[in-house]
């Protein structure tokens, strides 16, 4: 079998979703006929990219400039060049607008991946003119969950029938029982306390507002649990502002920023995720993947991977009350949290591993390149 060479086009390599997503499809798939490479077109390859620079991944890193940037077209031009790919894989849009640009007369095939949308989604006159033309010269455009496909179509007006939906998938986090200790003694957890947590970016579209509010509202219930908050961010200040006038402070827990978080989050009892909008989020599968039960925000592509009281929680979007209410059934409910976490391990199995991630983007690729389609 012929190799396959890769050029994937993304803004930079560091620590978020996608591009683990990214670090996760190379290293599944680069020994069955792949070969990839990796160009990030804001100036820095980022922790994530120098974790596959040790790994024999070549990573270009190449300075976008403000405004419309045709020095970085030629750029990307000459390296699908001289590079000589079959496909550029584009993550997110702008991305996407310059690697489909770059990639016109080389003979290089272009795959576009939405990881997810801003929030609120808006319209853009200029994309009702140009969207539709580059979607024509696309061979193969994917959305990481069928609401992702939804605002593509309407928001970008990429025609639907074009998006194909492949969902992320990871590798499964395993937990490590003396480390989880160490973490539960240097946070100050007394053991038989109930662990509520989250690990993501401290950012308003996450909205953790709402996440503290409601573990106050949990605490008049259920005064014995703690919520562990994982990350960083522009919000952080002002949520250690609103858990001390809570009053809840000292049940709150502000980690910080933390590289590899997997036994902080094997920590948790209940994992939550408040967002107004979420595409595929990573955290949430990793707490699949520990069998980890969760209350989630009814949004976004969150109801397609959590299913209704099967694997989880679902809680309409901005419902404080609900939320709480949520909490307080797992944490009385020991046997629930078993039924539910047991279930979602099972599902992550079945659907977002990342070998049924990797198999469906390979089989892209091997249709793409045996196509005559440009």
């Not at 599944?28 to 390859?45: F, L, N």
């Not at 605002?151 to 194909?164: K, T």
């Not at 502000?254 to 595409?279: K, R, V, W, Y």
Request: proline content about 5%; aromatic content about 8%; hydrophobic content about 40%.
């Amino acid at each position: 079998m012929e190799l396959i060479r890769i050029l994937h086009v993304t803004f930079n390599m560091g620590i978020g979703g996608t591009e683990q997503v990214i670090r996760q499809l190379v290293l599944a798939t680069r020994e069955q006929g792949i070969h990839h490479e990796i160009a990030c077109i804001d100036g820095h390859r980022g922790a994530m990219g120098d974790q596959l620079v040790e790994a024999g991944v070549p990573v270009h890193t190449l300075n976008r400039s403000p405004g419309f940037d045709r020095a970085l077209i030629r750029s990307l031009r000459a390296l699908i060049r001289s590079g000589e790919f079959d496909i550029v894989h584009c993550h997110q849009y702008t991305p996407f607008l310059y690697g489909r640009l770059a990639a016109l007369g080389t003979g290089a095939r272009v795959v576009f991946t939405e990881h997810g949308r801003f929030y609120p989604d808006r319209y853009r006159w200029k994309a009702i003119f140009i969207n539709p033309l580059l979607a024509m010269l696309t061979p193969a455009i994917v959305a990481i969950s069928a609401a992702t496909r939804n605002a593509l179509a309407l928001y970008e007006f990429i025609p639907r029938y074009r998006i194909r939906v492949i969902y992320n998938g990871i590798q499964p986090l395993t937990p490590d029982p003396d480390r989880i200790a160490e973490i539960r003694a240097e946070l100050g957890i007394p053991e038989g306390t109930f662990v509520f947590g989250t690990v993501s970016r401290l950012d308003p579209v996450k909205n953790q507002e709402m996440m503290l509010q409601a573990f106050a509202r949990c605490l008049e219930t259920c005064p014995d649990s703690v919520l562990v908050m994982v990350g960083d961010g522009p919000d952080r200040e002002k949520l250690e502002l609103q858990a001390r006038s809570l009053g809840v402070s000292e049940r709150v827990r502000f980690t910080g920023f933390i590289n590899e978080p997997a036994q902080h989050l094997a920590l948790m009892d209940c994992f939550l995720l408040s967002s107004h909008t979420e595409g595929t989020s990573m955290t949430l599968l990793e707490s699949m993947s520990l069998a980890i039960p969760a209350v989630v925000t009814n949004v976004g592509g969150n109801p397609e991977i959590v299913k209704r009281g099967e694997t989880g929680l679902l809680v309409p979007g901005g419902d404080t009350e609900k939320f709480a209410s949520e909490m307080i059934r797992l944490q009385q409910s020991p046997e629930l949290c078993e039924q539910l976490g047991q279930c979602a391990l099972e599902r992550f199995r079945k659907r977002f591993s990342v070998g049924a991630m990797a198999d469906s983007y390979r089989q892209l690729y091997h249709q793409i390149v045996q196509s005559r389609v440009f």
